[in-house]
């Protein structure tokens, strides 16, 4: 359990931003078990850019794809994205976003493979910032990012 007191932390709850519409989770899930999960993603996405699961999601097929510039290119806009909606939500660049809050967790995919992808293109400062955004975001690091060593912090994410 992590002392947020200690921290200097008065809000244990942190940012929590809104569900996304069900209609999109929804879209997600079957995209995600379709023939070309990739392809329905795509017309997912060309209709909701601003949809962060969506880019986690096709950052995952391309990295076990072994596709890194594209999970790269992927993962990149749906950390931008989430920038935008937890700034939206009053976060000022630091303090606490919960991924025991499930609207949260998108952000959590999208930080995670673009650490684990630039960890293999050798981007280890770019990697090392994404894991320091982890564990500032939520110092419970639900991710486990503190037990990653050089060779599994290359491997595909686990969302």
Known sequence: MVDYAA??????????????LPERTE?????????NPKSALNDIMQQAPDFIAGWAALGKIAFDQKEYVEAYAYYRVGYHRSLDKLRGSNWRGAGLVSYDHEPNQPFFHAVEGLMRVSAVFGDIREAERCAQMLLDADPADPLKIRDL?????REPPSH
């Open 7 to 20: 921290l200097g932390l008065t809000d244990p709850s942190g940012i929590k931003l809104p569900p996304d």
């Open 27 to 35: 879209a997600l899930a079957k995209a995600k078990t379709a023939q």
């Open 149 to 153: 060593t050089p060779d599994t912090l």
